[in-house]
């Protein structure tokens, strides 16, 4: 499967954006989907993820109630909305997508084999 993420921007703390991740393949609906991103000098962390077909969603702390994940498998497409953008919330920001990942396992980079290119999210004071 290959990703495209696209969406992201400059927004003043407080603003909204959504990030939209297009996947170019015939079965987009096996794929357990994800949102990561890494800010300068961070590693990589967990944003959320969507579970096969229409699935459970799962998200960090730092994205529980200000972002929603969601897919539209007509449209081989992944979504995450950000509202509330904070200067924190700065970073690159990538979708991710597998197969083969167990629950526990969604919130690990490693874990999936297939990224888009990320897409830059800034947030001004």
């Known amino acids: 499967v290959q990703l495209q993420a696209s969406g992201g921007g400059l927004v003043q703390a407080g603003g909204s954006l959504r990030l939209s991740c297009a996947a170019t393949?015939?079965?987009?609906?096996?794929?357990?989907m994800a949102w990561f991103r890494q800010g300068p000098g961070k590693e990589r962390e967990f944003v959320a993820s969507?579970?096969?077909?229409?699935?459970?969603?799962a998200y960090s702390n730092s994205a529980k109630g200000r972002f929603t994940i969601s897919r539209d498998n007509a449209k081989n497409t992944l979504y995450l909305q950000m509202n509330d953008l904070i200067p924190e919330d700065a970073a690159v920001y990538y979708c991710?997508?597998?197969?083969?990942?167990?629950?526990?396992?969604?919130?690990?980079?490693?874990?999936?084999?297939?990224w888009g290119q990320g897409t830059q999210v800034t947030v001004s004071s």
């Open positions: 991710a997508a597998d197969r083969g990942i167990i629950s526990s396992m969604r919130g690990v980079p490693g874990a999936y084999n297939n």
């Open positions: 393949t015939r079965d987009f609906r096996s794929y357990r």
């Open positions: 969507i579970d096969r077909g229409v699935g459970a969603t």
